[in-house]
């Protein structure tokens, strides 16, 4: 019988009884990271890292949550289970789940290079390995992050010196905050979208410290913001709220953009293909690092990903779930008009 099986609400370890990142509500749900696709409320108890704490707190209300640190081993119905870095996003974990000598890890969303945040992603040994494979084609091969730091700055310097705001999107909850020490560096000053403050403050709550920010409200003068830098989530682009800050230039931060065509598709000025996912050979690093001798491959281009998985000596499989990173990637819909 498989440690993990595939099922309606979600991942199910049936020895332990609890799920991992389900999409139903579950007596026992063990969190990954806080992106609304691997978290979502509804569930009895919560089990995650204490950095996705907070987040959970701020996203889904709920209140009954555990946490254990990064390689805390703890027993639920005699499966040995431990959390371990993902590197995706702040907080975010992989599972590792051990009963009778049979070990599987559940990565959920990772990324290999250390963006200085979310922890460094760690392999772990394992006989299963069930891995997302959101940018899973050879076209993607991401650069150094620091050669995108350095871009972005050159270009939010460019607009300054015009006296354009440079309106940076990204996801509220990873990038965001990723950015933000390279934006530091600029000396420009540096304003956020309400939904991004939310994501900021409640991580700063939970104890994590972050550069400091201003939190766009409706008084905040339009001429202290010109040829500065906003954040702002992708949901916000063309919306009435971005268009209170001509004359201003869109920057769109995502994997998506290492297709240069979605550049002009998203109607944007500049496009820097930051991802908080592994790239090409950095899920083809993660798998082989595990030594796993059977992996399930999930959301984004799993056909792709797991037939050359195949064709190169690693037994694979597709799994249906319902985790959608692409959708993560390229849009965040605004849902809390107080938000902005």
């Known amino acids: 019988m498989a440690l993990i099986e595939f099922s309606d609400k979600g991942l199910y370890c049936s020895q332990g009884n609890f799920y991992i990142d389900p999409w139903r509500p579950v007596q026992k749900a063990v969190i990954t990271h806080a992106h609304s696709d691997h978290a979502r409320a509804g569930s009895a108890s919560y089990l995650c890292h204490p950095l996705t704490r907070p987040l959970l707190l ?13 390689g805390q081993p703890v027993f639920i119905n005699g499966v040995k289970l431990s959390l371990h870095p993902a590197g995706h ?3 975010s974990s992989q599972v590792r789940v051990e009963f009778k000598g049979e070990v599987w890890v559940v990565s959920g969303d990772y990324k290999i290079e250390d963006d200085g945040l979310s922890g460094a992603f760690e392999p772990i040994a394992c006989n299963t390995f069930i891995t997302e494979s959101t940018f899973g084609l050879p076209i993607y091969k991401w650069e150094k992050q620091q050669k995108i730091y350095a871009d972005i700055q050159q270009w939010v310097r460019k607009n300054n010196a015009a ?3 440079s309106v940076l999107l990204a996801y509220s909850l990873g990038k965001a905050q990723r950015i933000l020490p390279p934006l530091v560096e600029t000396g420009l000053k540096i304003f956020v979208h309400g939904a991004i403050a939310v994501m900021q403050d409640a991580l700063q709550n939970g104890g ?4 400091a920010v201003t939190r766009i409200t409706p008084e905040t003068p339009r001429e202290s913001i010109q040829g500065q830098v906003i954040i702002a989530p992708p949901g916000a682009d ?3 709220w971005i268009n209170k800050f001509n004359p201003y230039e869109v920057g769109v931060c995502s994997g998506w953009m290492q297709v240069r065509g979605n550049i002009r598709r998203r109607n ?10 592994a790239d090409w050979d950095g899920l083809i690093g993660a798998v082989k690092a595990t030594g796993a001798q059977k992996v399930f491959v999930t959301h984004g281009f799993q056909s792709a990903f797991s037939r050359w998985l195949n064709e190169n000596g690693i037994e694979s499989a597709e799994v249906k779930t319902e985790y959608n990173a692409a959708e993560e990637e390229s849009q965040e819909t605004i849902t809390n008009p107080k938000a902005e």
Do not use: C, K, M
């Open 268 to 277: 944007a000025d500049a496009g820097f293909a930051l991802s908080d996912h």
């Open 163 to 165: 006296g354009v705001t």
């Open 89 to 91: 996003i702040i907080g």
């Open 238 to 240: 063309g919306s009435p």
């Open 208 to 211: 994590y410290t972050l550069p």
């Open 58 to 70: 701020a996203r889904l209300g709920v209140q009954n949550i555990e946490t254990i640190e990064w």
